[in-house]
């Protein structure tokens, strides 16, 4: 009978592939991305199991591994939104790294060489947003990337005899950098002012925050929430280089939790994940290249920065020959002009490992009407040129 499978949990951050990839083998690896969310209705009624049985099948997943994946499903603690397990045979013995994410990506499997694209989908495509949120009581730091929100910094403006605030640093274990940052903040430090004074130094205080976090590179964009009041003055603060990361702004109260203020924030997230697509796209147009060819052309001369991918990059085909050579079209005869050997017909999907790896290429994954443009108006494919 075969053993239980040796399984190592991780969350998804910017140093899982880093850590992943070296602990796959090259081959025979079952890769499987599962929307587990107990929560979500296409998962009642056993649809869940179902859906699995069938991406097993579909890739011919041996037995032992199958098994594995399905014994897992009946974890009842389960409390992520999407699952991407690898899964391995190691005499005998079932291997098993599990990724876990709160983001929403399509389900796939694969058995052969490790399927890593589902995580640089989500690495490549979330931006890391820090979330202001002020009122006369609270102000408050919270990182929102990959769909996990968390509290970095909190000031409490203590209106009492003394009128002083008070600083609670909030320790981030998962993020390194964020907890660097976060450290440099006085604790617990009063400050003797009154009336307006006092505001202004809460406000300037809590932006001083936002300045060292932005110096460090712990975020990309900035949004702002709060009362009417709190978010006017944190704007009026706003230096040249922290205008250009501001993104918009929402009403919530101060002292409303991290979950409540990730729902808020998410028409503001999809705003904003439209415009950084939209603006991607108009750099193509201006400084870049598109179309199959020129695009893929440029990217394997090394004169392209970033390569704007429609959805995941599974619907479009491409040729690679055995030197890794990718063409847009298959050549005359199916012979690589370079190798004289013949070509193999993949997705584009499948080439993006070498492609970001021999070219340092950064893949930009579109969605909704931006891939839509980009496959109808800009020939499927298109890239920022490196200088």
Known sequence: MPTA??????????????LLEPALPGQNVLSIVLDVNPGSAPNQGGSLHLRAHQL?????????????????????????????????????????????????????????????EPLHFALESSARVLLAVID?????????????????????????TANTFHVHVLPTPDAQSLQSAAEEAPRNAPVQHQGAQQDGRFHHTLMTQVQRLHDVGVFEQLLIAGSVRGRAALRALLGPNLQGTFSGE??????????????????SLLSLE???????????????????????????????????????????????????QVFPEP??????????????????????????????????????????????????LAGVARY
């Open 274 to 324: 439209e415009q950084r697509e939209t603006a991607v796209l108009d750099e193509a147009l201006e400084r870049g290249m598109y179309g199959a060819g020129p695009t893929l052309d440029a990217a394997q001369e090394g004169r392209m920065a970033q390569l704007l991918v429609s959805g995941n990059g599974a619907a479009q085909r491409v040729w690679q020959d055995s030197s890794g």
């Open 331 to 380: 050549p005359a005869l199916g012979v690589s002009p370079l190798t004289g050997g013949a070509v193999t017909e993949c997705t584009l999907r499948d080439v993006l490992p070498l492609l970001r790896e021999r070219y340092g290429l950064h893949v930009r994954f579109l969605t909704g009407s931006r891939a839509e443009r980009l496959d109808a108006h800009l020939g499927g």
């Open 5 to 18: 499978p040796n399984t190592h949990h991780s969350h998804l951050d910017n140093t899982t592939l880093a």
């Open 56 to 116: 097993l099948d579909a890739v011919g997943a041996p037995t032992a591994l199958a098994t594995a994946v399905m014994d897992d499903l009946d974890d009842a603690q389960r409390q992520t939104r999407t699952r991407l397990s690898f899964l391995w045979d190691d005499h005998g013995h079932v291997q098993r790294q599990t990724v876990d994410t709160q983001l929403e990506l399509g389900e796939t499997s694969r058995y052969g060489a490790p399927d890593l």
């Open 250 to 267: 929402f009403a919530a109260p101060g002292d409303a939790t991290a979950a409540a203020l990730l729902t808020a924030a998410q028409p």
């Open 136 to 160: 006369d009581e609270w102000g408050r730091l919270l990182s929102i990337h990959l769909g996990e929100i968390t509290e970095l910094y909190r000031l409490e403006n203590v209106l009492e």
